[in-house]
């Protein structure tokens, strides 16, 4: 399957998109990243009081923080390179479940890793997009016999290497020390992990349903 060109039947990332982008303008020309991490960010441990966020809403709510320019960017460029096709062939209601599963999935397998750690971005969102978009437009690039089983392992390459960059740009992001005490950014391995799985299981099901009454 080829990858669609057209932004037409795509609005919901581009809303995302630049609702993400606004949202990360306004905390930064005032100033006030760390309060909205505080506000905002993914935070079960802190306790009720810390946040005027419910713990259930904020894995969205989440997706709206981010640690930086870079972070913000690469985040961004991921969502509409894969966005833009995923929702044309899924349509904007099935991009909506997969973006808003994603965040809950990726809160949650990173929970299960680590409770205590906070969670900002919507590299979890976007890694279930990702992971649909491996599924829905992965070429099999692996030499085996099996169609099914290249297009695994094609997603299995894109999800590494997918996890790999956030390192990456953990690294360069190194010096946003607000995020973790003093102690540099923690990459939230398991919820890319986990909203990536999420994408990769619902792509078909997702499509499947679109077109039942073709």
Request: a positive charge; charged letters at 10%; glycine letters at 10%.
């Amino acid at each position: 399957m080829r990858p669609p060109d057209t932004w037409k039947k795509a609005p919901l990332t581009a809303g995302l998109a630049l609702a993400t982008i606004a949202a990360w303008l306004v905390a930064a020309l005032f100033q006030q990243e760390e309060r909205a991490i505080e506000l905002f960010g993914f935070l079960p441990h802190a306790g009720i009081l810390a946040s005027p966020v419910p713990v259930w809403l904020q894995p969205l709510t989440a997706t709206l923080v981010h640690a930086g320019f870079a972070h913000l960017l690469f985040n961004m460029i991921v969502l509409v390179f894969c966005g833009r096709p995923v929702e044309s062939v899924l349509g904007t209601p099935a991009m909506a479940i997969l973006y808003l599963l994603g965040a809950y999935a990726a809160a949650g397998a990173q929970y299960l890793v680590d409770p205590t750690a906070p969670m900002i971005g919507a590299s979890g969102a976007i890694s279930a997009v990702l992971g649909a978009y491996a599924m829905l437009f992965g070429r099999n690039k692996v030499k085996v016999s099996s169609p099914a089983l290249a297009l695994w392992l094609n997603a299995l390459w894109l999800m590494t290497a997918w996890v790999v960059l956030q390192v990456c740009v953990g690294i360069a992001l190194s010096g946003a020390s607000f995020l973790t005490g003093g102690e540099g950014v923690t990459i939230a391995v398991a919820a890319h992990i986990g909203g990536f799985i999420l994408g990769v299981l619902l792509a078909n099901p997702l499509l499947l349903f679109k077109y039942r009454k073709a």
